[in-house]
């Protein structure tokens, strides 16, 4: 479970993140939507220290993060499984090797052991026949799969993802987000997930937040982001003809 | 604005020298980088030292074409000029030019692609596991890297002195042999090692600290090289201050 309370995060005079509070919680798909520009990257990062916070707390599972040190930071991080907006994949290693990076850096296993987490992760998401290969010599969906098995391998507790499906069709894009949400319910884990998609809210929006120029303007499931009667949030869902259409059919 | 530079330089080098999380991984690295950065410069290193150990040569040849001079002295201003400024400085600065534009650009790449975000989100010191085995493989490699170089520039002085004719085998070598300072190779070298520390922790301060996209890194790039070579010229006015007179 992650808790921030009335986080506030300025760049240079001009604020992006206003007083947001939100509880994400433990075995959900929490998501995170909004227009373009409106904060999301900021607040997931502000979430994971990346970025630190003008005011307000971070908490994971009651403990504040955002006053720790850089050790007990780090600790807490270890624990954390990222998946990048771009992968962010190393681009000097194969993807056999981005995968277990974190094996090497953090563990005592076996190389035995730790081929068999590997291989284990990369059959997860389809990658069994392209581990030899380097990231650049991967399509975009490949390589979102790819960040995703890096993600998981150290089992974490928390899984935060930026736009998982940006850039992907719809196909590839569904069978991410499914992805994304059996890890979520079989580790049963605290997931937090960036997006614009209204596929991805519809598919696996166990909890959704709507952001609105850098206040959370809207929360609920899934269910009841149809019918919210929220202005703004309306905007958001029915940007699209087909969105609109679908809703004029049911009513 | 190169105060802040400095402050944010000062920080980044505390980071870079703060706990490593798993000794043999920085040692993998090194010897990764003792390659990337140090193997791979041999070639280039080679050709210009080949070159300017010739152009020196004849130069000296025609400056002192005074007939009252020994002609050994060709020998020994080419030595010399190689000893104490070729084989270092310009050497230096070729590495600047080269492998500061590399570290930029890799770590450039890092930052602007959020691999260094990964490292971090991952609970690792990205400053130091990635930037640390760069410092140390260069500075263990410079001094191999200006040994050789003036091996070969002394040789290239040789052959283009003999076969342009303006001095012989036997005078060249009587040149290079006489009144010869052991100390010119040691302070050699002892600048090669500041000048490697320099090049690789400024052109990593301006790749690890790239914001934005593939443009910003062309940039970073570019002021990796001209930020280090400018430094390197002032330590060198410095250092030949301290460690001649
Ligand atoms: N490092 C930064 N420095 C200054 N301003 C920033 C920085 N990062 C983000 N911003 C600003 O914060 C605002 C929110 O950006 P953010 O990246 O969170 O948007 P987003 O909701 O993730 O958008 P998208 O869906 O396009 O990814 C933008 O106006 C952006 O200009
Ligand atoms: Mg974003």
């Known amino acids: 479970m992650i808790e921030v309370r009335n986080l506030n995060k300025s760049?240079?005079?001009?604020?992006?993140?206003?007083?947001?509070?939100?509880?994400f919680e433990r075995g959900k798909a929490n998501l995170i939507?909004?227009?373009?520009?409106?904060?999301?990257?900021?607040?997931?990062?502000?979430?994971?220290?990346?970025?630190?916070?003008?005011?307000?707390?971070?908490?994971?599972?009651?403990?504040?993060?955002?006053?720790?040190?850089?050790?007990?930071?780090?600790?807490?991080?270890?624990?954390?499984?990222?998946?990048?907006?771009?992968?962010?994949?190393?681009?000097?290693?194969?993807?056999?090797?981005?995968v277990r990076?974190?094996?090497?850096?953090?563990?005592?296993?076996?190389?035995?052991?730790?081929?068999?987490?590997?291989?284990?992760?990369?059959d997860m998401v389809d990658l069994e026949n392209v581990t030899h290969l380097y990231p650049s010599e991967l399509s975009g969906g490949m390589k979102k799969r790819a960040g995703i098995a890096r993600a998981v391998v150290m089992h974490p507790?928390?899984?935060?993802?930026?736009?998982?499906?940006s850039g992907l069709d719809p196909k590839t894009a569904n069978i991410i987000d499914n992805l994304i949400k059996r890890i979520t319910l079989e580790l049963n884990i605290t997931t937090v997930i960036n997006t614009h998609d209204m596929n991805s809210v519809i598919e696996i929006g166990d909890k959704v937040f709507f952001i609105h120029e850098g206040q959370k303007w809207w929360e609920g499931s899934k269910e009841e982001i149809l019918s919210s009667g929220?202005?703004?949030?309306?905007?958001?869902?029915?940007?699209?003809?087909?969105?609109?259409?679908?809703?004029?059919?049911r009513d | 604005m190169l105060l802040r530079h400095l402050g944010n330089y000062v920080i980044l080098l505390k980071k870079i020298f703060s706990w490593p999380e798993k000794p043999s991984v920085y040692y993998k690295q090194t010897v990764r980088e003792l390659e990337?950065?140090?193997?791979?410069?041999?070639?280039?290193?080679?050709?210009?030292?080949?070159?300017?150990?010739?152009?020196?040569t004849i130069q000296t040849a025609y400056n002192i074409e005074n007939p009252l001079l020994p002609t050994y002295l060709i020998g020994l201003a080419a030595r010399d000029s190689i000893l104490l400024e070729f084989s270092s400085t310009i050497v230096a600065l070729i590495l600047a030019g080269k492998v500061g534009s590399s570290i930029a650009s890799e770590l450039g790449t890092m930052s602007v692609t959020e691999q260094i975000d990964a490292l971090e989100?991952?609970?690792?010191?990205?400053?130091?596991?990635?930037?640390?085995?760069?410092?140390?493989?260069?500075?263990?490699?410079?001094?191999?890297?200006?040994?050789?170089?003036m091996i070969i520039g002394i040789f290239g002085g040789w052959a283009a002195g003999t076969f342009a004719g303006v001095v012989t085998t036997t005078n060249y070598i009587q040149g290079i042999q006489f009144a010869f300072i052991p100390y010119y190779i040691t302070y050699s070298l002892i600048k090669s090692v500041i000048f490697a520390f320099i090049i690789t922790t400024v052109s990593a301060y301006h790749g690890y600290y790239t914001n934005g996209g593939a443009l910003e890194v062309g940039r970073s790039s570019t002021r990796a090289v001209v930020h280090s070579s400018v430094v390197i010229l002032l330590f060198n006015l410095l250092l030949t201050q301290l460690l001649l007179s």
């Open chain 1, 11 to 23: 760049f240079n005079n001009t604020q992006v993140l206003k007083n947001i509070s939100a509880l």
């Open chain 1, 33 to 98: 939507i909004g227009r373009s520009g409106s904060g999301k990257t900021v607040l997931l990062k502000s979430i994971i220290g990346l970025h630190d916070v003008d005011s307000g707390d971070i908490l994971f599972e009651g403990q504040c993060f955002n006053i720790m040190g850089l050790k007990e930071r780090n600790i807490i991080r270890r624990k954390f499984g990222m998946l990048f907006q771009g992968a962010a994949l190393f681009d000097s290693l194969t993807i056999n090797e981005n």
């Open chain 1, 101 to 122: 990076f974190n094996l090497d850096m953090f563990t005592t296993m076996s190389v035995l052991e730790k081929q068999k987490r590997v291989d284990h992760c990369l």
């Open chain 1, 157 to 165: 507790s928390y899984l935060f993802c930026d736009e998982p499906n």
């Open chain 1, 230 to 249: 929220n202005l703004e949030l309306d905007d958001f869902v029915y940007a699209t003809e087909l969105v609109r259409k679908l809703k004029e059919q």
């Open chain 2, 36 to 56: 990337n950065l140090g193997v791979n410069s041999i070639g280039i290193i080679a050709i210009i030292s080949v070159f300017m150990g010739g152009v020196i």
């Open chain 2, 121 to 149: 989100i991952m609970g690792i010191n990205s400053a130091g596991y990635l930037i640390l085995p760069k410092i140390i493989a260069l500075m263990i490699f410079a001094p191999f890297l200006t040994i050789m170089s």
